[in-house]
């Protein structure tokens, strides 16, 4: 799964948050959010983590954060936290304003998994965002090393579990392994129709002949 870990929040107050596996990603985090310059109000960036990549949006007041993998690149985690924003935004409108920590979990939480799962194992999200120019939405984006901005002497360990991992990577094989049954058993179907067509056209060509040669058989009329 390309996309483990994301949370929406109002400055350091998070409001909504899913996690796809085992991880400590929630503590750095919030560690994070308390790191982001307050006066940079409309900015996306990255912070790296071993092979995990914290990417932020923050915009109109609003922090949307994802975990990824490294091997994600940029453009798919960027354009998973612009629909998170837009979806958060159009859902709740100015009550993210006053809304208490965790105030929308129990609903937004599930918003969160479903985009997840989809901008990680869907192909479709990463032609669709390629079609909408999400590029232009990743502006001024840096890198830099997490430990860097948490401004921390000993290096924070970002421990995933594995087996959660492996799971995530089955699930997905089994899906993909059932959408090439499906489309092998409909390509056999497709073959059955066509053969047992030209069969009745074989037979009725061979009765056409035997009763009256090559002109139609009134026999079969």
């Not at 799964?1 to 109002?10: G, H, P, S």
């Amino acid at each position: 799964m390309a996309i483990l870990y994301a949370l929406v929040a109002r400055g350091s107050v998070v409001l909504a948050e899913q996690s796809g596996t085992t991880t400590n990603a929630s503590t750095i985090a919030r560690q994070i959010l308390e790191k982001i310059p307050g006066n940079n109000d409309d900015s996306n960036v990255s912070y790296s983590q071993d092979r995990y990549i914290f990417h932020v949006k923050r915009t109109d007041g609003l922090t949307v954060l994802c975990m990824a993998d490294d091997s994600a690149g940029r453009r798919i985690p960027f354009a998973f936290l612009e629909e998170i924003h837009q979806r958060f935004v159009r859902t709740y409108g100015r009550a993210v304003l006053s809304a208490q920590a965790y105030g929308m979990n129990d609903e937004f939480s599930r918003v969160l998994s479903q985009q997840m799962e989809y901008y990680s194992s869907d192909p479709n999200a990463d032609r669709i965002n390629r079609l909408k120019g999400e590029m232009s939405q990743v502006r001024n984006v840096m890198i830099e090393n997490i430990d860097k901005v948490l401004e921390r002497g000993d290096r924070l360990e970002l421990l995933v579990d594995k087996t959660a991992t492996m799971q995530g990577n089955t699930f997905r094989f089994r899906k993909q392994a059932r959408r090439f049954r499906s489309t092998v058993w409909w390509r056999n179907v497709k073959l059955t129709v066509a053969l047992i067509f030209l069969l009745l056209v074989i037979i009725y060509v061979v009765l056409a002949f035997a009763c009256h040669g090559l002109t139609l058989p009134s026999c079969l009329k």
